[in-house]
């Protein structure tokens, strides 16, 4: 188990299993649950999605940037793509009942639940959207 992970791939659906996998087996050892491995494997293929289909519009040569980083008591992902951006507060809301029968949209609000932080950045290359995933106290060790 490394401290730091980093990952770098086209944006290309195909990758989110290289993806899953690499994080996947970054994190072993690490004392989460189950259930954490299933919300942040859940959560990293939704924002590397958006990163592709959203971020980069699905332009192959964009790249996405994986970082994972053992932070105190827990773990943060950073995924970045070379797209321009949005504001998180201006995305439609997927609980308004005018939305609760669309097929897109909730993917943000699922990795909300799903994660401990979730933030979203500009950066020079493109936009950073940070996970952050603590161990639960009984699990710490
Ligand atoms: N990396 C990103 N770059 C630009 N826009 C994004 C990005 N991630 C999410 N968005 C915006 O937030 C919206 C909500 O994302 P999400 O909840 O995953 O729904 P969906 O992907 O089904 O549209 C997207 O439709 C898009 O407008
Ligand atoms: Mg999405």
């Known amino acids: 188990m490394s401290d730091e992970g980093k990952l770098i791939v086209p944006s290309d659906l ?3 299993e290289e993806v899953d996998g690499f994080a996947e087996n970054w994190m072993n050892g690490m004392p989460f649950t189950k259930d954490q491995r299933d919300d942040i494997a859940i959560s990293l293929s939704e924002v ?3 990163a592709i289909e ?3 519009a699905g332009i192959v040569d964009k790249m996405v940037t994986v970082v994972l980083l053992r932070i105190e008591g827990g773990i943060r992902i950073e995924v970045t793509d070379q797209g321009g951006g949005f504001n998180p507060a201006l995305v ?3 609980t308004d009942p005018e939305n609760l029968l669309s097929e897109s949209g909730r993917g943000l609000l699922i990795v909300h639940h ?3 932080e979730v933030d979203v950045e500009p950066v020079s290359t493109g936009t950073r959207i940070s996970l952050v995933k603590r161990f639960t106290a ?3 060790g």
Do not use: E, I, R
Request: charged share 15%; glycine share 6%.
């Open 114 to 116: 799903l994660m401990d």
């Open 92 to 94: 439609a809301d997927p």
């Open 48 to 50: 590397v999605t958006n």
């Open 14 to 16: 195909a990758k989110l």
């Open 138 to 140: 009984s699990n710490t």
């Open 54 to 56: 959203h971020g980069n």
